[in-house]
């Protein structure tokens, strides 16, 4: 036996990979360059040596703060770039590599040309807007004043001459114009007229009331056009208004209320054609405006895109500067500050590999010194790190969302990949459902090219990321639905014809005494003639709850042997004796005896009442079994096992506390000075090196510990058991629901002669098996099978204490982490 | 209602309670301030709160960093913060909410009227505005000549119309009646928050009221100090104590008629609670009562998390934020202008 175990092939993913705790010593010369190429290489994970100190107090703050504010101005040409609408284009443009001093003046150009071309086109815009709304405002205040203009006396004059000599910038000193003030012998009705924010149009009249006690007349007129905020780039629509009023203090007033409220004014000549040759004279200066900012803009996006051509590469290459000095900033100077001094760990198999990149590193900075790499060891726990590929990933995921396993630990993914979706089919045993989750994860499988580059809602995210789980449930829920012949729970014969027909030709007696059996047996499955039947739902229920307690029985005798090769493996002889044989012993001589019964009861056909074995066997061995008899020598078995549970139960609660208190007083019994010893050692030990401290023996805490686990297990072993039970549960309620939508909606609706309610029907059923049966029985079927495997299964062996490898690389690196 | 907010209150504030206390976690702590203290320039301060919370907020800033750019941003952060809590809010909560602002109101109103008096532009002043205490019609504020214009034209609007009640006159605007009027909005704003506080009832009740009586009490003290050598009446100066807190009545009447620092001392020293404040200081001095005063709100701002189901957390939350950012800006000042042997004597400490 001991022999045939050593002998088995190593298992890929049963054991993490060996990792060692390595040291390098790097010229700081080429330090950065080492750096960058591990980072690549992606195989060493950096201890931070450095924990004590604030991020600003390292040695690379400065490095770090510069790519910092890079990636600052790469985000805001970004955001330009996509707030004018431009695609950074996809195809990234060849182009030597350039240095990143060289890209850090670029990028501090071109951030200052884009700062300058914006501030230009807002400039511009701004005059832009004020021409447009003193169009604007012309047009509609016109309005007002050609049909007040009978009552009104206005006083205002413009001087032509303003609009007539100067160049369009210096439009933008209309306000000023306006604000001059008006000729004070002059009385009576006067007006200013202007534009406002709708939204604040209302309270604008409001406080213009207020302010001069009603004696005002507000007029107003939505703008035709809207107007564009230069700064947000939002369209505002805007309200032209016009006030009349009279007295110099309310002309004041009215003007600070129109500052308060931004509220822009522009004078309107009262006379008609005035109005109309400085309109004209507006909208030429208008179109000139319009030409410059389109050339402007034009400008803009050329230089846009010319960034947007290498900005995908440029972003990457900061990202990737950052993160190599952010790990440098995880080394140690060493005492004649030339060298740095990192420690990190790697998997054994990657040492080669690592060296290799250190010698180029060397090589290409011609550096004078070599890099030197060499292994420590360490009394630290290594990292776990499973090579797992795109297929066995989502599994390791499963297991991982649970604990990482320790160093070297038994992984139960290697057994997840099989059990979990047969689990899974178990409960949802359907081949009609499975066919269409099996043509979902077709869909995700063959697209996966295109979807695994582009970025992905989170709900889809997680679908796809299990897809491979996705295409083993559904290929198991077509066999477990072929072996429950449920096809959207109507039975197909597929398999051959019944083994049951009616007893005569015109079969009225089927549903009251029953068929008769005529041939052999279905050959696969379950036939389909016990459906409909009177004792379909006992004949279902008793065969998939016994096929529970057998699959749950053998999962958890699973997850006891793998406990025992753990123990193998970390050569732990105590918890094989005393803890691994008493639980084997226990778990059998109860569930693994009731598994043998059912066996035993399928074979012979028997009559018996395991309900009643098993009860009686606790409550009085001795008795008789009477007609549930099953074999020769039950009764004598029944005690032996009996007692064996009973025996283990104390087996697998004292001896191993007892015996490690033992091995503990043995081990410092003559080493009275044991203790002055370590002290002296401890100076040995490099100061920020992983080497910790003997444990200290508290014997209490291990009994606690035992009798807890103990418990848990004797315990554990019923509940466990009866847990496997959802397996049936699940299976019921899937066939229940599904026999439900289709016999109480498809058919319902199938009787009327009617094509509406057939349609209805067809709706109704589709949807509810769409988002019902394909979607909420699949999660729920799913959390099932992944409490068995975290609960039932993995409490047996697993304790997944471990923590996840995560190697400096470049390819981890996202975007979103900036 | 009280002894029962447990069974009722999650209804509503719960989940804004969880909020709050997630805020409060990711309050500075006395090793993020040592961390800060010990920053050379600007930048090392940015990069060190880059990864706190205030993180998202300052990473995209260009790099000659200045103060006002830091305290901006923290500011935005805790208005984007109150803003959430206040959409997320209903009845009583909301109402709170806005109680708490109100402060900042009368801060407002008092920095756009006294800057208009002294000709300043208004822009310039809305900038200076903390973004707590805006309103809609803050900027028509410079229109105003008197209290009564200011009153009919702006205020009346705003939640602050009911404190304006007790001082309505004609007279023009001058920097003395401004002050006073900041300080009549700020007694009749405490007691009508103290009197709101009282009808929610219950823990909130309990725990605003020790908070507002230590506001009022705090106040009424810095009244006196400041109001010692000016031509207020000792009547005037009484009438701006708020009406309540643990002063009030009589340690009232002791501080209206006190002439100099040491006899407010000695009114203080009376009532325990200050005791500890005033026997820190040495006599004649009142540099430091400032910090002592905003030591001991912090104490009991902190104190306010140990009890649940109430609204003085969110309160506590804001005033804590805002020492906050008090914080950082001194520390900002003290590293920008390379006074770093001064950083201790402004900070005060949250946890």
Not at chain 1, 716 to 733: D, I
Request: hydrophobic share 40%; glycine share 6%; net charge negative.
């Amino acid at each position: 036996m001991e022999k045939f175990i050593e002998n088995l092939p190593p298992m890929d993913l049963m054991r993490s990979e060996k990792m060692t705790l390595v040291q390098l010593i790097i010229p700081a010369e080429s330090s950065h360059r080492a750096v960058s190429y591990l980072g690549e290489l992606g195989l060493l994970q950096f201890r931070d040596l450095n924990a004590d100190k604030s991020p600003f107090q390292r040695t690379f703050a400065n490095q770090v703060k510069r790519c910092a504010e890079m990636s600052r101005k790469l985000r805001f040409i970004k955001d330009q770039i996509s707030k004018a609408n431009l695609l950074s284009s996809m195809r990234p443009v060849m182009q030597p590599d350039i240095e990143l001093e060289e890209l850090e003046i670029q990028l501090a150009e071109h951030e200052h040309e884009l700062i300058e071309m914006n501030s230009n086109s807002e400039k511009l815009r701004q005059s832009y807007n004020e021409l447009l709304e003193f169009k604007i405002v012309l047009q509609k205040a016109g309005d007002f004043l050609v049909s007040s203009g009978s009552h009104a006396v206005s006083e205002r004059e413009l001087d032509e001459n303003v609009y007539s000599n100067n160049d369009y910038v210096e439009t933008s000193s209309l306000i000023e114009q306006e604000m001059r003030p008006g000729r004070p012998d002059q009385s009576g009705l006067r007006f200013i007229s202007g534009i406002i924010c709708k939204s604040k149009a209302l309270r604008f009249e409001r406080m213009l009331f207020r302010a001069t006690r009603g004696n005002m007349l507000f007029n107003q007129a939505p703008a035709d056009e809207d107007i564009v905020d230069p700064v947000s780039r939002e369209t505002v629509e805007k309200t032209v208004f016009v006030v009349f009023f009279s007295g110099e203090q309310a002309r004041t007033k009215i003007l600070k209320i129109c500052e308060a409220f931004g509220a822009n004014c522009y004078p309107v000549p009262e006379d008609i054609t005035k109005q109309r040759q400085i309109t004209r004279e507006v909208s030429l200066r208008l179109s000139d405006l319009e030409t410059t900012l389109d050339a402007g803009i034009r400008h803009r996006n050329k230089a846009l895109t010319s960034i947007g051509m290498h900005l995908v590469k440029w972003m990457n290459m900061v990202r990737r500067e950052k993160a190599v000095y952010d790990t440098l900033n995880m080394l140690n100077f060493d005492v004649t500050k030339k060298c740095l001094v990192g420690e990190g760990w790697c998997p054994i198999f990657a040492k080669a590999q690592i060296q290799a990149a250190l010698q180029r590193a060397t090589f290409d900075s011609s550096s004078q010194v070599g890099i030197i790499f060499h292994t420590m060891d360490a009394v630290e726990s290594p990292p776990t790190y499973f090579r797992t590929n795109k297929f066995t990933n989502a599994f390791q995921e499963i297991v991982d969302a649970y604990g990482v396993a320790g160093y070297q630990e038994a992984n139960p993914t290697v057994y997840t990949v099989i059990t979990f979706p047969f689990l899974f089919a178990v409960m949802f045993g359907d081949w009609g459902h499975g066919i269409c989750l099996l043509l979902g994860a077709l869909v995700l499988l063959a697209r996966e090219s295109k979807l695994s580059t582009q970025k992905l809602g989170s709900f889809m995210e997680m679908l796809f990321g299990g897809r491979y789980v996705l295409l083993l449930m559904s290929l198991f829920s077509i066999y477990c639905g072929l072996i429950y012949n449920e096809f959207f729970s109507v039975p197909y014969h597929i398999f051959g014809g019944s083994a049951y027909k009616c007893r005569d030709t015109t079969c009225k007696d089927a549903y009251t005494v029953g068929l008769v059996k005529y041939q052999d047996a279905y050959p696969f499955g379950v036939d389909p003639s016990w459906r409909g039947s009177r004792s379909e739902l006992p004949f279902l229920n008793s065969l998939k709850m016994k096929m529970s307690i057998l699959l749950g029985v053998v999962q958890m005798n699973l997850g006891i042997i793998l406990s025992y090769f753990n123990a193998r493996f970390f050569s732990s002889s105590l918890d094989i004796r005393y803890q691994f044989v008493p639980q084997v012993i226990f778990l059998n001589s109860l569930f693994g005896y009731l598994s043998l019964l059912i066996i035993i009861k399928w074979c012979t056909g028997s009559q018996a009442d395991l309900y009643h074995v098993m009860i009686y066997m606790f409550l009085s061995p001795t008795d008789n079994l009477g007609e549930n008899q099953l074999f020769w020598g039950q009764r004598p078995l029944q005690i032996i096992l009996l007692l064996l549970a009973l025996i283990a139960v104390p087996w697998m609660l004292f001896p191993k506390p007892f015996i490690l208190k033992r091995l503990h007083t043995e081990r410092f019994q003559g080493r009275a000075y044991g203790i002055l010893g370590t002290s002296e050692m401890d100076l040995d030990v490099e100061p920020d090196s992983a080497r910790q401290h003997h444990e200290e023996f508290n014997f209490s805490e291990v009994f606690v510990h035992q009798m807890i686990h103990s418990i848990e297990f004797v315990l554990g072993a019923v509940s466990n058991t009866a847990s496997y039970l959802r397996l049936w549960a699940l299976s019921l309620a899937h066939s229940e629901l599904s026999t439900v939508f289709y016999e109480k909606v498809l058919l319902l609706a199938w009787g009327y002669d009617n094509i509406v309610i057939r349609l209805v029907g067809l709706a109704v059923f589709a949807f509810a098996t769409a988002f019902i049966l394909l979607m909420m029985e699949t999660l729920s079927a799913f959390l099932h099978a992944l409490r068995l495997h975290w609960v039932e299964f993995q409490n047996k062996f697993y304790h997944g204490d471990g923590y996840k490898f995560r190697p400096f690389s470049f390819a981890s690196l996202t975007e979103d982490e900036d | 209602m009280y002894g029962f907010e447990a069974l009722t209150f999650n209804v509503d504030g719960g989940y804004l309670e969880a909020i709050v206390r997630g805020h409060r976690a990711g309050l500075l702590t006395a090793s993020d301030y040592n961390n800060l203290c010990q920053c050379e320039n600007l930048d090392d301060i940015k990069m060190h709160l880059s990864a706190t919370e205030y993180g998202p907020y300052l990473q995209n800033e260009p790099s000659p960093l200045h103060t006002t750019t830091i305290v901006e941003k923290c500011t935005l952060k805790l208005v984007d913060e109150y803003k959430h809590m206040l959409c997320q809010a209903t009845e009583p909560l909301s109402t709170f909410l806005e109680y708490i602002t109100y402060g900042h109101m009368i801060d407002n109103v008092v920095l756009i009227v006294t800057g208009t008096l002294h000709e300043r532009d208004v822009h310039e002043l809305l900038e200076k505005c903390h973004p707590l205490g805006m309103f809609d019609s803050i900027a028509t504020l410079a229109v105003a000549q008197n209290m009564r214009e200011l009153y009919r034209l702006v205020l009346v609007d705003t939640p602050l119309a009911p404190y304006f009640s007790e001082c309505i006159t004609s007279e023009d605007l001058d920097d003395m009646n401004i002050e006073i009027m900041r300080n009549t909005l700020y007694k009749a704003y405490l007691e009508d928050f103290y009197r709101f506080c009282q009808k929610l009832g219950g823990a909130t009740a309990e725990i605003m009221s020790d908070l507002l009586s230590f506001e009022a009490d705090r106040r009424a003290v810095n009244i006196t100090i400041n109001s010692i050598g000016t031509e207020l009446t000792r009547d005037d100066r009484r009438k701006l104590y708020s009406n309540f807190g643990l002063l009030y009545p009589y340690g009232h009447e002791e501080l209206a008629v006190c002439e100099d620092i040491d006899q407010v001392r000695g009114v203080m020293e009376k009532y325990p609670p200050y005791q500890s404040i005033f026997a820190k200081m040495s006599y004649g001095e009142s540099q430091m009562l400032d910090k002592a005063f905003y030591e001991e709100e912090v104490k009991r701002l902190c104190l306010a998390f140990e009890q649940q189901f109430h609204y003085a957390v969110f309160f506590a939350y804001m005033r804590l934020r805002e020492q906050e950012i008090r914080n950082l800006m001194w520390i900002s000042e003290c590293v920008a202008q390379n006074q770093k042997s001064r950083v201790h004597d402004s900070v005060v400490f949250i946890f």
